[in-house]
């Protein structure tokens, strides 16, 4: 959550920040400021989108740090957007993460006379590096050091061509180039600019200048090998989670491609029990991987949320972390609790050089491409192929390029798919289905709400005449997932239970008609497992199409981000 970039060097600072920053816009975005080295700092803040600040002047300034914000502590407004000067004006300061010993350093901090001008945790950092009597870049290991909490952040100093550099519990990359350096909180912003990136470590500080970066742990200098940067930034388009739907089946194919040069864990093969850990729709996507796994290989697995999972360590178990971001704080922590226990672990990411790639004993990258957009679509998609690979190897099948080629030509179907109808949305909304639709619907009701903001639930069929049903008159309206052969029957039943009440009902079905009020026929797939790859697009479109046409903007929902990067 928050974006943070830094660029110093030969070209124009305030550009290539602010263009950064619009690469980071997806991590948070609602307010955002930039600080420019010019004969004294120079510091631009607003309450509202990074294109306000097209609006400041010109500056030919060599050093920049920049922000884009996802508000913790202190409303949006301009005052607590970043940067965040020092009570001197000498020091400029941006951070992600949250600082957990901010109200006792704030305290501190009045005790010596020096008031706060914002709400954030964030300032203090300015006015605490102001104080050290030292050398910068000791400041900045000293001030590091009485931060608890994550507290990642970048300062810029009057006079200087330099940026500071401090990395912890939030993920930071620095790409050096010929004579200039750039900085920031992913791959994805830098990958304009280099192919290759240094990534940080907890505790990690450094300097970045012109002329190279000279890295430190505790007061030691150490040395990073930069590692190859897999992402291209994505192009301008009006809408990115329409243009990453319509990605998906190249998408699908990469994930294929990458799972054909991953060498499964040894601890995979032997795991007695395999937890699956995910937040979110990647936490839907653990619940397929539960699923397919089990009734591949009869392993015992259990799919946890991320923020619930308290590890008991038990000989034969694996943990796998499903995470497109690769760096959600919850998910991390779980990943973290994991390896002090001595669970074996292998993280499902879409970002290479992200702390979960890092810090998982094995990884697998996705390759689905950048996803921008707040709502998780192509991702969570890939996630379920790369679970479905996962468990068919485990089984010790081979999955030939024909099973993908017609999950793509299905996929092309299922995508031109038209669920959206005005009455679903004048209605009350349920997401129903069974086993592996189940899963579906949950993910279905998730999109919806994350990008209308309409309450939508998701349901067991079997499970509403235990309760919900009470719910049901004219004024519901029900979408039914139905992929699987053998739940057929008792699908068909819930949606004449539906209509008999009154209830409008609409089904996304791969296994022809159930009796409900329309149809949205699609594909039969071969392998049933692999339906909800398909089964899920109607949905994810309805969802952006119910969006747009509210007038909201489906890539920036309110109140969200994209990488949740705290607990
Ligand atoms: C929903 C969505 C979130 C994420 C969740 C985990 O569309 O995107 O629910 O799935 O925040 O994010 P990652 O997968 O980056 O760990």
Wanted: glycine share 8%.
């Amino acid at each position: 959550m928050c974006g943070i970039i830094g660029y110093v060097g030969g070209r124009n600072a305030r550009d290539i920040v602010l263009e950064g920053l619009k690469l980071l816009e997806y991590r948070g975005y609602d307010s955002a400021g930039i600080a420019l080295v010019e004969d004294s700092l120079a510091v631009y803040k607003t309450a509202g989108r990074v294109r306000e600040l097209n609006m400041l002047p010109k500056s030919d300034a060599h050093t920049a740090i920049g922000h884009t914000r996802w508000a913790t502590h202190g409303r949006p407004t301009a005052a607590n957007a970043h940067p965040h000067l020092s009570f001197d004006g000498k020091i400029a300061v941006v951070h992600n993460g949250v600082i957990e010993n901010f109200a006792v350093l704030r305290e501190e901090l009045a005790a010596k006379g020096i008031t706060l001008l914002s709400d954030t945790d964030s300032e203090v950092i300015a006015h605490m590096l102001a104080l050290e009597n030292c050398d910068m870049t000791e400041a900045v290991r000293r001030v590091g050091e009485r931060l608890k909490g994550a507290a990642t952040f970048l300062a810029v100093k009057e006079g200087e061509d330099k940026i500071y550099i401090r990395r912890f519990g939030a993920s930071m990359a620095v790409s050096v180039g010929e004579g200039e350096g750039f900085c920031a909180s992913d791959v994805l912003a830098l990958s304009p600019h280099s192919d290759r990136a240094i990534v940080l470590g907890d505790g990690e500080y450094g300097v970045l200048s012109a002329s190279g970066l000279d890295l430190f742990k505790d007061g030691r200098r150490i040395k990073k090998q930069p590692i190859l940067i897999r992402c291209s930034p994505p192009k301008d388009c009006a809408c990115h989670m329409s243009a990453e739907l319509e990605e998906l089946p190249e998408a699908l194919q990469r994930t294929y491609d990458s799972f054909k040069n991953f060498h499964i864990p040894s601890e995979l093969a032997g795991a007695k029990r395999i937890l699956l850990v995910g937040c979110g729709t990647a936490y839907h996507a653990c619940l397929y991987g539960k699923l397919v796994l089990e009734r591949e290989t009869g392993a015992r697995c259990e799919a946890v949320v991320a923020s619930e999972f308290e590890p008991d360590a038990n000989e034969g178990d694996l943990a796998i972390f499903v995470t497109q971001s690769g760096e959600t704080a919850d998910t991390l922590s779980a990943l973290h609790s994991c390896k002090r226990q001595g669970i074996p672990t292998l993280a499902i990411t879409n970002v290479a050089g992200s702390s979960a790639a890092l810090e998982a004993d094995s990884s697998f990258l996705l390759e689905a491409g950048a996803e921008i957009a707040v709502a998780a679509t192509k991702s969570y998609c890939c996630q379920l192929l790369a679970l479905y690979l996962l468990a068919k190897k485990r089984a010790g099948h081979a999955v030939e390029q024909s099973e993908i080629s017609e999950v793509k030509r299905a996929a092309r179907e299922a995508l031109d798919a038209v669920a959206y109808e005005e009455r679903l949305m004048n209605s009350k909304l349920f997401f129903i289905g069974k086993g592996q639709d189940y899963i579906t619907a949950r993910e279905g009701a998730l999109k919806l709400r994350e990008i209308t903001y309409r309450q939508a639930d998701a349901y067991p069929a079997g499970e509403l005449k235990h309760g919900t049903i009470a719910l049901m008159d004219e004024g519901a309206a029900a979408i039914v997932v139905a992929t699987e052969e053998r739940a057929k029957c008792r699908l068909v039943a819930t949606v004449e239970e539906l209509r008999a009440r009154g209830a409008y009902t609409l089904a996304v079905s791969c296994v022809g008609e159930i009796g409900a009020d329309k149809h949205i026929l699609l594909p039969r797939m071969r392998e049933e497992a692999l339906a909800p790859i398909i089964s899920v697009l109607p949905l994810q479109y309805l969802a952006l199409t119910a969006s747009l046409t509210l007038g909201l903007d489906p890539d920036k929902p309110r109140n969200l981000a994209k990488s949740v990067t705290v607990i």
